[in-house]
Every structure is written in C-alpha cells, then in structure tokens.
C-alpha cells in the first residue's frame, strides 16, 4: 500500500518542514489511548489531506486525494471543509484498522 504506513509519516515530515503541507489538526489525543496523537494535514503541491498517527516512537500516516479541487489547498489556511473531515476521518479508521495492534503495544512500553 504506497499510501499508507511508516514512509508516508516520513514523507508528510518533510513535507512539513519545507512549508509545503498545512496543519488542520496536532497533537489530538485518541479517544480510548491518550498516549497516542493525531495530525491532520493539507499537502499543498498534491491537493492531499493527510493523517498521521504517532505514539512513542511509531509514526504511520495515510494520504488520499482531497475531494476538493477550488479552493487549492494553499488558499485552504482556515481550516478543512466537511468533505476533507470525511475523508480524515476515513484516512483514521483505515489506520486504525491496520496499525492499531503495533499503537496500542507502544502505550504499553511508553
């Protein structure tokens, strides 16, 4: 899966740090875990909405094409619009569904 896992937290990192990704959501504890954090991103150059997932030394992310083509993703500074929080929202469970296992031992080592 190239849109999901550990090198799409890498990748979302860098993106980061050269200003090319806007910050919709930090640092939101999990529901059940509070050890366990997420992000919520906007991915300028590709029109991408992003979540990272983080606990301790684990970091997975997942991408997909943000339902929005107008405004860009550069003019979207004020926040998500209801469809890119859908697809957040997807983007979460998805990890979830696949990484939970790997989240939930890290709290317990945390």
Same mark, same amino acid.
């Given at each position: 899966?190239?849109?999901?896992?550990q090198h799409v937290a890498g990748q979302v990192a860098e993106l980061i740090k050269t200003g090319k990704a806007i910050v919709f959501?930090?640092?939101?504890p999990d529901k059940e875990h509070s050890e366990i954090k997420w992000f919520q991103y906007g991915l300028i150059d590709t029109?991408?909405?992003a979540v990272?997932? =983080?606990c301790g030394s684990k970091a997975f992310? &997942? =991408?997909a094409q943000s339902r929005i083509v107008m405004? &860009?993703?550069?003019e979207r500074i004020y926040g998500m619009d209801a469809l890119d929080e859908?697809? &957040? &929202?997807e983007l979460g469970e998805k990890l979830w569904k696949v990484f939970s296992d790997e989240?939930?031992?890290e709290v317990h080592h945390t």
């Amino acid at each position: 899966m190239k849109d999901i896992g550990q090198h799409v937290a890498g990748q979302v990192a860098e993106l980061i740090k050269t200003g090319k990704a806007i910050v919709f959501g930090s640092d939101i504890p999990d529901k059940e875990h509070s050890e366990i954090k997420w992000f919520q991103y906007g991915l300028i150059d590709t029109n991408e909405i992003a979540v990272i997932v =983080r606990c301790g030394s684990k970091a997975f992310g &997942a =991408r997909a094409q943000s339902r929005i083509v107008m405004p &860009a993703m550069a003019e979207r500074i004020y926040g998500m619009d209801a469809l890119d929080e859908a697809l &957040a &929202a997807e983007l979460g469970e998805k990890l979830w569904k696949v990484f939970s296992d790997e989240l939930i031992q890290e709290v317990h080592h945390t």
